[in-house]
């Protein structure tokens, strides 16, 4: 994942045409002896091979961590392990060393209260949240990578993640996370395998998730096709979180976002894969009419965040309240067809 996707809190039908060619007539000739008919050529066989499946390389279980049961790095830590297993990747094993960078970040980012985390800073790119100045309370690190140095962490990639103004407990952070379109894409990076977790008791929670992978990155298979919300998932959110940057430029405060998109709904490929959308619908059970849905990808992202194997829909309007919604979609991946389609129920509010 290059630097700028590393965050805080595609339609074309192909088709083939075959022309048969015919060739022109001459006169006839008397006398001539008929030439012996040739025997038909064998057919040369055009079904296209289906790509060779590379097999992944998947954590499906991880020791159990060391965070008190009640705590809400513990309810994070749980609430995002269930997400990751619904899309159909692997989970993450907690690190101590990235719980400290984690906390040791928590703790700069509070004792500078009068940070704009929002900001971005000009030397990297990143929002304040993220950067650290050598001149402040605090100072760990310039970038999370710096940080998890720091304490001993030698990671062969270093990501972070976070949320502040949430509040409410680690389950409730980790769904306003996966409600916005760039931090959901965020949990859903592939190749980490461990992660820190630290959550401040500031009334607006600050969050920090730090994510790495030692030598090995994790792997998912080349054929991977992963979607959220889940087939059949239930009490999914109607609307989307407000996050930074801001997806939707027409909508500028949270009750804007709140009243003018839904739930966000993603389909991921392999890592590295270049996947592109011929249809992306959501329909209203009982309706035959799709609803009105703005479409993300790589190409069509106002912020330039999203990597080339994801995409997503956000309707104009929040999701109705207990309501069956079906999801088809039809594209490529590299090259090769792939559809799917696959049904959820919304939350009662």
């Known amino acids: 994942m290059n630097m700028k996707a590393k965050l805080s809190i595609i339609a074309a039908t192909l088709s083939v045409l075959l022309t048969a060619c015919g060739g022109g007539g001459g006169g006839a000739t ?6 012996t008919p040739s025997a038909p050529s064998t057919p040369t066989d055009t079904t296209p091979t289906p790509p060779v499946v590379v097999p992944g390389d998947l954590q499906t279980t991880v020791p159990a961590p060391t965070y008190q049961a009640a705590s809400q790095e513990m309810a994070f830590f749980t609430a995002l392990n269930n997400f990751r297993s619904a899309v159909g990747l692997g989970l993450l094993a907690q690190n101590q060393q990235l719980d400290q960078a984690a906390k040791n970040h928590v703790n700069y980012l509070l004792s500078n209260p009068d940070i704009n985390f929002s900001a971005i800073d000009q030397a990297t790119g990143r929002p304040m949240f993220h950067v650290e100045q050598q001149t402040r309370s605090g100072f760990t690190g310039v970038l999370e990578s710096d940080r998890a140095k720091a304490v001993g962490y030698m990671g062969a990639y270093v990501g972070e993640s976070g949320a502040y103004g949430l509040g ?11 409600s916005g379109i760039y931090h959901r894409q965020g949990l859903m990076f592939q190749e980490q395998r461990e992660i820190g977790i630290s959550m401040g008791s500031d009334s607006a929670q600050t969050t920090v998730i730090e994510l790495g992978y030692m030598t090995a990155p994790q792997r998912n298979a080349s054929n991977f096709v992963g979607a959220y919300p889940a087939d059949k998932q239930t009490d999914v959110p109607l609307a989307s979180y407000q996050e930074v940057p801001n997806p939707y430029p027409e909508l500028t ?9 839904s739930y966000p709904i993603s389909i991921v490929t392999k890592s590295n894969t270049t996947l592109t959308v011929a249809t992306f619908t959501v329909t209203e059970q009982g309706q035959t009419e799709a609803l009105p849905m703005r479409l993300f990808t ?16 956000v309707g104009r309007a929040p999701f109705k309240a207990n309501t069956n919604y079906t999801v088809r979609f039809v594209g490529t991946v590299d090259g090769a ?7 959820f129920t919304t939350a009662s509010k």
């Open 30 to 35: 008397t006398g001539s002896t008929p030439n």
């Open 168 to 178: 409410n407990g680690g389950a409730k952070v980790l769904a306003d996370l996966a």
């Open 253 to 261: 405060t949270f009750d804007a976002v709140q009243k003018g998109t």
């Open 298 to 313: 790589k190409d069509s992202d106002p912020n330039k965040f999203l990597l080339g194997n994801i995409a997503f829909v």
């Open 337 to 343: 067809a792939i559809s799917k389609t696959w049904t």
